[in-house]
T-cell receptor, first 115, second 113 residues
Framework: AQSVTQPDIHITVSEGASLELRCNYS??????LFWYVQSPGQGLQLLLK??????LVQGIKGFEAEFKRSQSSFNLRKPSVHWSDAAEYFC?????????????FGQGTTLQVKP | DGGITQSPKYLFRKEGQNVTLSCEQN?????MYWYRQDPGQGLRLIYY???????QKGDIAEGYSVSREKKESFPLTVTSAQKNPTAFYLC????????????FGQGTRLTVV
């Protein structure tokens, strides 16, 4: 069965420091991969997506992610974190025959930013 | 502006009651989804619909029901059979035949009192 794992439940970084959030997936075919961000009590906003092609994808708010097939990973990075980046981050993979668009989500990583 | 509207934002249910959560979209998307979010568990799929008058169960459909009478609307009913309904519920939509890029509403927090 397909699955997504985010090994880090909670991460704290200092403002201005670099960030990397880990995501590993289990999927037989080439996956469609996503990172979403959620502020408390809000819906999810798409940060970036990977379908095919260049394995380094750029997203909104200065985020990027790299797809590594050999490691089954899709880690999210940002060179310099801002206090406003504090939120919960979800990695997700699209699955299902016939491309139903259903998403499987990881458990989420909560990012805290220290001043 | 196009988007997904969920209502109400907060909902309280007494034991044994059915409640209905509203989800409306004006993105002209064919596919719509309901997810349940619990702390530390990510999002889990309850039901999804790829076309009007058709829907399929997701991973945790027991105790829930849906309808899809209009393209724009996909209401979710939490029935009394759902033993642990307190959660945050998120509605999403996407293009049918797309690649899973989903747009989400702002969510409804349901609490049993």
């Amino acid at each position: 069965a397909q699955s997504v794992t985010q090994p880090d439940i909670h991460i704290t970084v200092s403002e201005g420091a670099s960030l990397e959030l880990r995501c590993n997936y289990s999927y037989g075919a080439t996956p469609y991969l996503f990172w979403y961000v959620q502020s408390p009590g809000q819906g999810l906003q798409l940060l970036l997506k990977y379908f095919s092609g260049d394995t380094l994808v750029q997203g909104i708010k200065g985020f990027e992610a790299e797809f590594k097939r050999s490691q089954s990973s899709f880690n999210l990075r940002k060179p310099s974190v801002h206090w406003s980046d504090a939120a919960e981050y979800f990695c997700a993979v699209a699955h299902g025959s016939g491309n139903t668009g259903k998403l499987i989500f990881g458990q989420g990583t909560t990012l805290q930013v220290k001043p | 502006d196009g988007g997904i509207t969920q209502s109400p934002k907060y909902l309280f249910r007494k034991e044994g009651q059915n409640v209905t959560l509203s989800c409306e979209q004006n993105l002209n998307h064919d596919a719509m989804y309901w997810y349940r979010q619990d702390p530390g568990q990510g999002l889990r799929l309850i039901y999804y619909s790829q076309i009007v008058n058709d829907f399929q169960k997701g991973d945790i459909a027991e105790g829930y029901s849906v309808s899809r009478e209009k393209k724009e609307s996909f209401p979710l009913t939490v029935t009394s059979a759902q033993k642990n309904p307190t959660a945050f519920y998120l509605c999403a939509s996407s293009i049918t035949g797309g690649r899973g890029e989903a747009f989400f509403g702002q969510g409804t927090r349901l609490t049993v009192v």
